[in-house]
């Protein structure tokens, strides 16, 4: 192709879509986000969650997450989170007083340059009318958790959580946000730690699971 072509491609179609990996003008092109319906599922984490849902196949967004955390394409969350918007106008959790991501490490933070559970749910948080509050610090850095087996998991997270404000939480409703729910063990670790501080009630909410 001649160069000027080429530069002139480059410049209408700058991007791969990271699932079907053709080029456009997003990271994730619109014949995958059409091909990744809203799927929600609800989960049990009893007793101190009272109700976790997940919006999300993980399996569909699994190139997508990969992408994004690992390959550090911050343009993607645009993606993820204009999808969300467009598929879930309103909180589907029941009238929380706020949200609480879950945090990750500084380490990893200081990796990728950005918190990317912050950065997915602010938004939706300003458009659901709901405060994003960042109460919750990571004292502990665990290993990845999909590498390791169920009770691995939630031996890695024992006390790995502690709260920056404590006061905040007496007496409120809380939905906790994080990307992907797997086997529950990092919610229900900091779910413990919220009931101990006295939350009315806590739910969880995640994008994929
Ligand atoms: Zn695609």
């Not at 959790?93 to 912050?118: A, C, K, W, Y």
């Amino acid at each position: 192709m001649h160069p000027l072509l080429d530069k002139f491609f480059t410049l209408i179609l700058p991007f791969q879509c990271v699932n079907c990996h053709r080029l456009g003008d997003t990271p994730w092109c619109l014949e995958c986000r059409i091909s990744t319906p809203l799927d929600p599922q609800i989960r049990d984490f009893p007793p101190e969650i009272t109700k976790a849902k997940t919006l999300f196949a993980y399996t569909q967004l699994k190139p997508l997450f990969h992408a994004y955390k690992f390959m550090n394409i911050r343009t993607l969350d645009h993606c993820l989170i204009d999808h969300t918007l467009a598929l879930v106008p309103q909180c589907p959790m029941d009238s929380p007083d706020f949200i609480l991501p879950v945090p990750s490490h500084q380490n990893r933070v200081r990796e990728r340059g950005f918190d990317h559970v912050t950065r997915l749910f602010q938004p939706l948080a300003q458009q659901w009318g709901l405060p994003l509050i960042s109460a919750i610090n990571r004292s502990k850095d665990t290993p990845f958790l999909h590498a390791l087996k169920t009770p691995q998991r939630a031996k890695a997270v024992h006390n790995a959580f502690t709260l920056s404000t404590p006061t905040l939480i007496a007496g409120k409703r809380i939905v906790l946000v994080d990307d992907i729910l797997t086997s529950g063990a990092t919610v229900q670790e900091i779910a413990k730690l919220l009931h101990q501080h006295g939350a009315a009630q806590i739910q969880v909410l995640a994008l994929a699971g």
